[in-house]
């Protein structure tokens, strides 16, 4: 089986700027969560998605935001960049809720 | 409220000796534990897991942890570290709020010398 892919790897905006990145799960897992990893402040959930509706949601403001298709694909969007988005983007996908299978990341960086 | 706290941030061992990266937590309902691995510019890999049964849990690479209820531990161990083995360890807890939610722990550092 395929593991988690998310597109772009890297990524390079500017302030002010927005940015969608892309998950996709293992197939056959419905549940797909997006965390933010930068230095400081570690790994932090952004929000999960099961069967197209978000279940749960992290502290973050709204501009950071998601969606999942029907075919369990996954985005999230960031409006309005600031300096303090640059992280490592992670997706992890669950087919039994408790354990989760994370794909290889999208750094973004912002200018 | 659940939190996860990992004891060191940084863990400098020799290779082909033992380590052990600790990891307690807290919690006022069930959890589910987990240790993830994270090498450079990469995501996280799953080493194990504990969902219930037995307390010692065997996972990949060699790694091992054991689950302690009255000390609210599960501290990752393994005999004979390699060079190999350089990387971020991170523990996490998952419990159910009508889905389930995960934190992690701020990371371990190893780092192994030859």
């Known amino acids: 089986k395929a593991g988690v892919t998310q597109t772009p790897r890297y990524l390079i905006k500017t302030r002010g700027q927005q940015v969608t990145l892309s998950c996709s799960p293992i197939s056959g897992h419905r549940s797909v969560s997006w965390y933010q990893q930068t230095p400081g402040q570690g790994l932090q959930f952004l929000f999960e998605y099961f069967s197209e509706t978000q279940r749960n949601k992290g502290n973050f403001p709204g501009r950071f935001s998601g969606r999942q298709f029907s075919n369990s694909r996954s985005e999230m969007n960031v409006s309005t960049l600031e300096l303090g988005d640059s992280a490592l983007y992670l997706c992890?996908?669950?087919?039994?809720?408790?354990?989760?299978?994370f794909g290889p990341g999208t750094r973004l960086l912002v200018l | 409220a659940q939190s996860v706290t990992q004891l060191d941030s940084q863990v400098p061992v020799f290779e082909e000796a033992p380590v052990e990266l600790r990891c307690n937590y807290s919690?006022?309902?069930?959890?589910?534990l987990f240790w993830y691995v994270q090498y450079p510019n990469q995501g996280l890999q799953l080493l194990l897991k504990?969902?219930?049964?037995?307390?010692l849990v065997k996972g990949i690479n060699g790694f091992e942890a054991e689950f302690n209820k009255s000390q609210t531990s599960f501290h990752l161990r393994k005999p004979s570290v390699h060079i190999s083995d350089t990387a971020e360890y991170f523990c996490a807890v998952s419990y159910n709020t009508g889905g389930f939610k995960t934190i992690f722990g701020a990371g371990t550092r190893l780092f192994v010398k030859a």
């Open positions: 504990y969902l219930s049964g037995s307390t």
């Open positions: 992890a996908s669950s087919a039994t809720q408790e354990t989760q299978y």
């Open positions: 919690s006022s309902v069930s959890v589910y």
